[in-house]
T-cell receptor, first 117, second 113 residues
Framework: AQKVTQAQTEISVVEKEDVTLDCVYE???????LFWYKQPPSGELVFLIR??????QNEISGRYSWNFQKSTSSFNFTITASQVVDSAVYFC??????????????FGKGTKLSVKP | GAGVSQSPRYKVTKRGQDVALRCDPI?????LYWYRQALGQGPEFLTY????????KSGLPNDRFSAERPEGSISTLTIQRTEQRDSAMYRC???????????FGPGTRLTVT
């Protein structure tokens, strides 16, 4: 089965705190892609990052960093020194070829992050 | 350049009516996807196209739902004989290639009364 689990439904932090959003995935495929999207209160879905299964290097982009660990099937997302503008729902997603499907993303249920001033 | 656009942004329709939702992908993007997002949930896959070919429609809930992309650019998702349970945000996304990141449009909020 293919599945993405975001166990944290809601997280609330105070500005400047660091916060980590967890993502655990399941797939039988050896080739797959992982994604993070941000959905601010305005409702659009904003692409943040794509990672393929062969690249386990961690990535940093400004205050954002991602930790991909195949051994634990996790792709966690950390925001350093959070800001009020980071308040949003964050979705983790998986794309793999298992079962013949090649195109679609399988999304987790999302984690709602609230950053308070 | 311009992102993915969808129209209408909001659609209220009466139960039993047909609706057509339009998606205009990013220019040059080969792959186009339709998703449905219920409140408080992540998007759920409906169908996708490479160029004009519908590659996977396994996510379409039933035969009242159909989609087309006749010239490999704009796509239309049609829901016939709408039901209240069809109320949701319908999102379109496109990607340069099948393995690429998907960029989403603003969505069409469909309400069936």
């Amino acid at each position: 089965a293919q599945k993405v689990t975001q166990a944290q439904t809601e997280i609330s932090v105070v500005e400047k705190e660091d916060v980590t959003l967890d993502c655990v995935y399941e797939t039988r495929d050896t080739t797959y892609y992982l994604f993070w999207y941000k959905q601010p209160p305005s409702g659009e879905l904003v692409f943040l990052i794509r990672r393929n299964s062969f690249d386990e290097q961690n990535e940093i982009s400004g205050r954002y960093s991602w930790n991909f660990q195949k051994s634990t099937s996790s792709f966690n997302f950390t925001i350093t020194a959070s800001q009020v503008v980071d308040s949003a729902v964050y979705f983790c997603a998986l794309r793999s070829n298992y079962g013949g499907s090649q195109g679609n993303l399988i999304f987790g249920k999302g984690t709602k992050l609230s950053v308070k001033p | 350049g311009a992102g993915v656009s969808q129209s209408p942004r909001y659609k209220v329709t009466k139960r039993g009516q047909d609706v057509a939702l339009r998606c205009d992908p990013i220019s040059g993007h080969v792959s186009l996807y339709w998703y449905r997002q219920a409140l408080g949930q992540g998007p759920e896959f409906l169908t996708y196209f490479n160029y004009e070919a519908q590659q996977d429609k396994s996510g379409l809930p039933n035969d009242r739902f159909s989609a087309e992309r006749p010239e490999g650019s704009i796509s239309t998702l049609t829901i016939q004989r709408t039901e209240q349970r069809d109320s949701a945000m319908y999102r379109c996304a496109s990607s340069l290639a099948i393995t690429g990141e998907q960029y989403f449009g603003p969505g069409t909020r469909l309400t069936v009364t």
